[in-house]
């Protein structure tokens, strides 16, 4: 019995060891802007990257009205209303918060099943969240939210891989499944 214990206890002091060291660096991603790489034009499609506390993590998608000068967008967004719930709800965002929308992930989708720590997109609450997958139960997958420290269960038609904008391309983040995995 001791020697089940202390397998069990390593295991759990690995998860948690791992949920904090991805915790740490999906906060570091969150937190930063984004690379102004390209200049958008109106009607450009994109995502736009929350900077408001509480929502820190999250993107949504929008539309490119305008310039509004030196590295600031008008845009519009496609599930956010305004207060009145009366049409979409339009604002002006820094260069720093708009990255183009990602590539369809469907096929890829179609061909993976998601991983322990793997670094996925949510959508719920009219945008995409940041997370990893913490766990699975049944057909859910509980994703951990550093940025909010929620940790939700989800089926898997509403997440994503995510991908960063980094010098004017996608990049997958290493499926952390894959490396460090439990078994």
Known sequence: MATIKVTENNSEQHHQ???????????????????ITREF????????ASQEYGFIGSYYKATIV?????YHYRVNYNTLLTDDESAPLEDVVTAAEVRPAPPDQREIMAENNFR???????????????GFISGKAGQEYYVY???????????????????EWSKGKWIFLPRQGRIFDLH
Request: glycine letters at 6%; aromatic letters at 14%.
């Open 17 to 35: 060891s791992r949920m904090a060291i991805i915790s740490k660096a999906i906060k570091s991603i969150a937190f930063k802007k984004q690379q």
């Open 41 to 48: 034009r109106k009607g450009d499609e994109v995502e736009v």
């Open 66 to 70: 305008s310039s509004t000068g030196l």
């Open 116 to 130: 322990l720590y793997d670094m996925v997109d949510v959508y719920a609450n009219d945008g995409w969240w940041f």
């Open 145 to 163: 939210f550093p940025t909010t420290g929620d940790n939700i269960a989800y089926p898997s038609h509403v997440l994503r891989f995510h991908q």
